[in-house]
T-cell receptor, first 112, second 117 residues
């Protein structure tokens, strides 16, 4: 099955810094989703994107659906310790029924 | 509250045993999914179901079986044929994407950690 290329694989940042991560695919997607997973828990949906070029915010989080429909970006501003976790992107290609494809995750560590 | 419930949270299995992981949702979602997550890895699809009494194999279905007798329930059985079953298992559900203009968002349960002893 298709896997999305997510980068960076891990990040270590100081509290208060901004964070950027991205996800790319070799084929176009109709939907991009961003999730956060805490250790030992299921992923929680942060932001959903449905149109090319769409820019959506959720508090300090902002995500964009790339114009080419083959990528998406997630930015976190003014990071805080509770932002620690693994962030996954997920995509929904056209004509694949209800299947979702997931990135390999970005592990974020925030140093107080 | 609406959501997805997985049980148990932790499960221990002896070599050669079958075990069944439970997944129940009260979101009225048609589609349900099972994923496997290994340390430092992404999510790999085991099985998914788009409607009651129907399911399809994902990328790593060997050694697993599922049933979908009710819309709310999608149990996963890890059989003795699965050679490396120790992992974190995640169940998810979503609205049937074929419904026009409906959001395609997957919602996850809290996961079951399976360990072979």
């Amino acid at each position: 099955g298709q896997q999305l290329n997510q980068s960076p694989q891990s990040m270590f940042i100081q509290e208060g810094e901004d964070v950027s991560m991205n996800c790319t695919s070799s084929s176009i997607f109709n939907t991009w989703l961003w999730y956060k997973q805490d250790p030992g828990e299921g992923p929680v949906l942060l932001i959903a994107l449905y149109k090319a070029g769409e820019l959506t915010s959720n508090g300090r989080l902002t995500a964009q659906f790339g114009i080419t429909r083959k990528d998406s970006f997630l930015n976190i501003s003014a990071s805080i310790p509770s932002d620690v976790g693994i962030y996954f992107c997920a995509g929904h290609p056209p004509n694949t029924g209800n299947q979702f494809y997931f990135g390999t995750g970005t592990s974020l560590t925030v140093i107080p | 509250d609406g959501g997805i419930t997985q049980s148990p949270k932790y499960l221990f299995r002896k070599e050669g045993q079958n075990v069944t992981l439970s997944c129940e949702q009260n979101l009225n979602h048609d589609a349900m999914y099972w994923y496997r997550q290994d340390p430092g890895q992404g999510l790999r699809l085991i099985y998914y179901s788009q409607i009651v009494n129907d399911f399809q194999k994902g990328d790593i279905a060997e050694g697993y079986s599922v049933s979908r007798e009710k819309k709310e329930s999608f149990p996963l059985t890890v059989t003795s044929a699965q050679k490396n079953p120790t992992a974190f298992y995640l169940c998810a559900s979503s609205i049937d994407r074929h419904t026009p203009l409906q959001a395609a968002e997957a919602f996850f349960g809290q996961g079951t950690r399976l360990t072979v002893v």
